[in-house]
């Protein structure tokens, strides 16, 4: 097999889940997106690996192996980063990155901080609810 | 020298294979590719919260067998078990306590989708010009043992990377135990929010004949 279809489909699946971190809103979304990126990355590993055995009689396997620690980094760093989404869930009842603007420059943004942003947030939360 | 004459096979091997007369393997890795690619494209822009985690099912499976196809069996199997079988139930979770609507949801794309297309098929375009550039002729030999077996994989993983291993055991315990500290209420246990409310105080001043707040406390 040449090595220019995993890596190309590596790279496809990569840009994929850039727009999907660039563009969405949700912060579930965006973890999913993440996913895809690193799951692009795993794919590539895999194919070197794969590519470097036949070539070179790599008996070290590195690229499997770290293709194995990166699902298991994956897996810790979705369980913290829905942690982290829950816990902003519940005390702000939104989980749309778009509202969390606390530590944004700029103070002139309607969305932005002040008594408003809790209504704006409930509100927001019963639109999605 | 031996592994600059595999490397000059391969080569010449690569020569004479074009991309115009793929093999078997390659296209069953090209239709699985544009089924995962297909899923992966859905995910990210469906409006519908609970179809983008299903569609990321199809788009990591197809990468399990991608791996299949690659001959990395045990890795393909550990992303069926990780990911199919935990991360995604994990993110449906997420979406149910986060109160994701089951319908369409409006504002799932924030406003600056059009810099974020620009920003990732500008990505896209110079990764595969880059990668389809350097690596046009070079050619995978699976003709051999697979290179990523059970045993194989095994035996490098506990011979060769004890020692990381170990160490992402202990960053696996501790992100989990971070994610339990982050997830607990600092108030009561369990229930509705206006549940944590009601009980927070009595459980807070702990001094009164509250019969429910040792409860809360030993069920925590």
Known sequence: MHLAYPAVLSALLFATGLYGVLARRNA???????????????????????????IARDTLHSGQALTLFTIAVAAAEIGIGLAIVLAVYRNR?????DR?????????DPDDAG?????????KAEATA | MSTALAVTTAAAAAETRGFLSPTGVEIAFLLVGVVTFGAAVVTVTTRQLVHAALWLVVALGGLAVEYLLLTAEFIAWVQVLIYVGSVVVLLLFGLMLTKAPIGRSPDADSGNRPVALAVAVAAAAALVWVVVDAFRTTWID??????????????SLFQSWVL????????LLAALVGAIVLSRRTGGTDGS????????????TGSGPDPAAPD???AR
């Open chain 2, 164 to 171: 990381p291993f170990e160490a992402l055991s202990v960053l």
């Open chain 2, 216 to 218: 809360k406390e030993g």
């Open chain 2, 193 to 204: 929010d206006g549940d944590r409310r009601s009980t927070a105080p009595a459980a807070r």
């Open chain 1, 28 to 54: 579930i979304l965006v973890l999913m997106s993440v996913e895809l990126m690193l799951n692009a990355v795993n794919l590539n590993l895999v194919a070197f690996d794969v590519w470097l055995d036949g």
């Open chain 1, 115 to 123: 008594p408003g942003t809790a209504a704006a947030a409930a509100e």
């Open chain 2, 142 to 155: 699976l003709s051999g043992p697979a290179a990523g077996t059970t045993a194989v994989t095994g035996a």
């Open chain 1, 93 to 97: 009842g939104t989980s749309d990155i």
């Open chain 1, 100 to 108: 969390l603007r606390d530590t944004a420059e700029s103070g002139d």
